[in-house]
């Protein structure tokens, strides 16, 4: 769907005239009659491209084009111009003005800068969207060992097309290992197409992966390529690829041992040539002593396997990773301050303890959190707790369990007991037979429970 263009012009007639040809063509129009009011349409609507008179009382067409300038750059804007005001137009393209067009209007010349400019908004915006995912996703931060030996495997792989399989805790950076070796690789510049195995039900999973013929099955409403066709040429990746069914796992052994495969529906077998990579966070051999992986797909997937470490692995890439994801996010925001907090000795000795267990998304949501939350300079090792603290409640699903929720039943069931008991005392300053009470237990009981949890009481 494209947006409107937005014509400016004081002059009800020019207006008209050009909202007509520009519809012709299968544009939506809207129209301001003076600078003002399309700054505040700029406000709420969006608008693909700009027609603006360069005469018009109060706000002229030159100050219109720097106020829109200033908060949309990458608007593209041409210019109307009368006769006798083409000196002023050829200003304002240095202004920033795409292009002029002069009254009266040609059609043909109108439309041609109309074509070029939104062409060239696209390519800007394309050029922007590419330079900005560079920086975003292919950006692989850590120079310890661990990490060096992660980089070699990438790139060996990279020069071949054999088979890799990704392995490491959740966060740890699977998929831009994945992304890396497709991206390093002579399949480059073909697709490089993701598989999230844990997300499609079984019922689907054939047509999502080879496709299907139009009317195949009920919702089959036409025919529709697989992730297996569309990956041609380049590299397919089969994320959380232990969560498949047994079911799948056979189809998809089939497929990449030949490379072969029909449609679902469909009579034709397709031959494609496709980089298979895997990943997944699960025991894979385990998986399979457990009858729930098939082992001849495991050795097929499992040719050239990298195992990305956990975060508390490598706690060296540390103060490198906060480094990067402080320059990034200040740079996704356009923010002025470009400054970011320094943390504290403790703070550090604080993080290099913490065990990560989200790994490289969780220390990406801290940081974050921690330029919204703050705009003090230093952060030291209680600020850092607390917000590390929240990221959690907001990561983690929210149950008043948490805290017991990895401990077997009678562990949990004394660390609640000592909880509660603590906290009622404190409640009852300590005093026994007021918190016996609270705890409806004679005081006898509740002595012998301090003594078996060595609860202090003297405090
Ligand atoms: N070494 C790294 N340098 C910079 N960013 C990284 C690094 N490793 C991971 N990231 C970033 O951390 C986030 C998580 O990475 P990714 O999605 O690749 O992890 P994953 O192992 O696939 O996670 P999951 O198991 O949850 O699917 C992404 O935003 C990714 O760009
Ligand atoms: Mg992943």
Not at 133 to 160: C, H
Not at 325 to 334: H, I, V
Not at 416 to 430: D, G, T, V, W
């Amino acid at each position: 769907m494209r947006n409107p263009i937005l014509i400016i012009d004081d002059e009800p007639g020019i207006r008209s005239v050009l909202g007509a040809v520009l519809s012709d063509e299968g544009f939506s129009v809207v129209e301001a009659s003076s600078g003002l009011e399309a700054l505040s349409i700029l406000k709420t609507d969006l608008i693909d491209l700009i027609f603006l008179d360069v005469w018009m009382p109060e706000m002229g067409g030159l100050d219109v084009l720097k106020a829109v300038k200033a908060d949309w750059p990458d608007l593209p804007i041409i210019m109307i111009s009368g006769h006798s005001k083409i000196d002023m137009a050829v200003r304002a393209i240095k202004e920033g003005a795409f292009d002029f067009v002069e009254k009266p209007l040609s059609i043909d010349k109108t439309l041609a800068s109309v074509q070029n400019a939104l062409k060239f908004s696209a390519l800007s915006r394309e050029n922007r969207e590419l330079r900005e995912s560079l920086f975003l996703e292919d950006t692989m931060i850590g120079e310890g060992p661990a990490m060096q030996r992660v980089k070699e495997l990438i790139q060996q792989s990279a020069a071949t097309d054999s088979r890799v399989i990704v392995l490491g805790e959740n966060g740890t950076g699977k998929e831009l290992v994945a992304r890396q070796i497709h991206r390093q690789s002579q399949r480059s510049r073909h697709p490089f197409v993701e598989v999230n195995c844990a997300a499609i039900p079984d019922s689907l999973i054939e047509s999502e992966l080879f496709g299907h013929e139009k009317g195949a099955f009920t919702s089959a409403v036409g025919r529709r390529k697989g992730k297996f066709e569309l990956a041609d040429g380049g590299t397919l990746f089969l994320d959380e690829v232990a969560d498949m069914s047994l079911h799948a796992q056979a189809k998809v052994l089939r497929a990449i041992q030949e490379m072969r495969f029909e449609r679902v529906g469909g009579e034709t077998t397709l031959a494609v040539d496709v980089r298979v990579i895997s990943a997944t966070n699960k025991d894979i051999p385990k998986e399979v002593g457990n009858g729930r992986f098939r082992e001849d797909l495991f050795y097929r997937l499992n040719v050239i396997p990298i195992y990305v470490p956990p975060l508390r692995e490598r706690q060296e890439d540390l103060p490198l990773l906060v480094d990067y994801f402080f320059k990034k996010f200040r740079k996704e925001s356009k923010a002025e301050v470009l400054d970011v907090p320094h943390f504290t000795s403790d703070a550090w000795k604080f993080l290099t303890e913490h065990t990560w267990p989200g790994n490289i998304r969780e220390l990406k949501n801290f940081l974050e959190r921690l330029l919204v939350m703050t705009d003090n300079d230093e952060i030291d090792a209680e600020q850092t707790k607390i917000i590390l603290g929240q990221s959690f409640a907001v990561s983690a699903p929210v149950t008043p369990l948490q805290p017991w929720l990895n401990m077997p039943l009678n562990d949990a069931k004394e660390a609640f007991e000592r909880a509660l008991i603590e906290e009622k005392l404190r409640e009852n300053r300590y005093n026994i037979s007021k918190t016996a009470q609270a705890l409806g237990l004679y005081p006898s009981n509740l002595h012998s429970k301090l003594k078996k949890f060595g609860i202090e009481t003297g405090k």
